[in-house]
């Protein structure tokens, strides 16, 4: 079962931040937060992942609270290409990912 | 350089018939992974290679699924007899670490199989 809550839905106007949560309160410390998301049926995508630390690359930025028993991914200027189901997944040490239900992020003009 | 390929992309077979998934990994990855998302279910995890061993095989349904990855490169999903409630989009995954946690996979498009 997956790790993780993560609302089912969220809407967000295009240019404006989206700010996608997760609750992860049984993460232990060694295991990383790890996003991807899936465009309608394509392949998911890799987006970012962190440990402790927030981190930021050229899609998303992490931000992971200091108990590590949430995060929220931010697109910082979403745009309509950025409609997608969100997941946010805990690594066990057997690499596998777990998907959850993820939030289907809708970005509206 | 290339990505995941996955070969069909669509399968349409009649129940009790044989049907053989083929992925590509990105050359040099060892990591090789099977999900696979069947009607309004989440996508699972079926089994994990690394290099031609199979790590992880804990989501394989029952025996009528058989993967292999010969000489670890490409590898092959085989479904024998396929039945109804195996219809679904197959995805592969590959990755080029395996240091604990820090693990990033790179998906394919995925096969979209359909048992009548």
């Known amino acids: 079962d997956a790790k993780t809550t993560q609302p089912p839905s969220m809407d967000c106007a295009e240019g404006r931040a989206a700010n996608l949560p997760c609750n992860h309160s049984t993460i232990s410390g060694n295991e990383y937060v790890y996003w991807y998301r899936q465009i309608h049926s394509q392949g998911p995508q890799y987006i970012i992942h962190?440990?402790?630390n927030n981190e930021t690359n050229e899609m998303a930025s992490l931000i992971i609270t200091e108990d590590r028993k949430s995060s929220t991914l931010i697109l910082p200027h979403a745009t309509l290409r950025d409609t997608a189901v969100y997941y946010c997944?805990?690594?066990?040490?057997?690499?596998?990912?777990?998907f959850g239900t993820g939030t289907r992020l809708q970005v509206f003009p | 350089e290339a990505g995941v390929t996955q070969f069909p992309s669509h399968s349409v077979i009649e129940k009790g018939q044989t049907v053989t998934l083929r992925c590509d990994p990105i050359s040099g990855h060892d990591n090789l992974y099977w999900y696979r998302r069947v009607m309004g279910k989440e996508i699972k995890f079926l089994l994990h290679f690394v290099k031609e061993s199979k790590q992880d095989e804990s989501g394989m349904p029952n025996n009528r699924f058989l993967a292999e990855r010969t000489g670890g490169t490409y590898s092959t999903l085989k479904v024998q007899p396929a039945e109804l409630e195996d219809s679904g989009v197959y995805f592969c995954a590959s990755s080029q670490e395996m240091a604990g946690g820090n693990n990033e996979q790179f998906f394919g498009p995925g096969t979209r199989l359909t048992v009548l």
């Open positions: 962190g440990l402790k």
């Open positions: 997944i805990v690594l066990l040490y057997t690499d596998k990912l777990i």
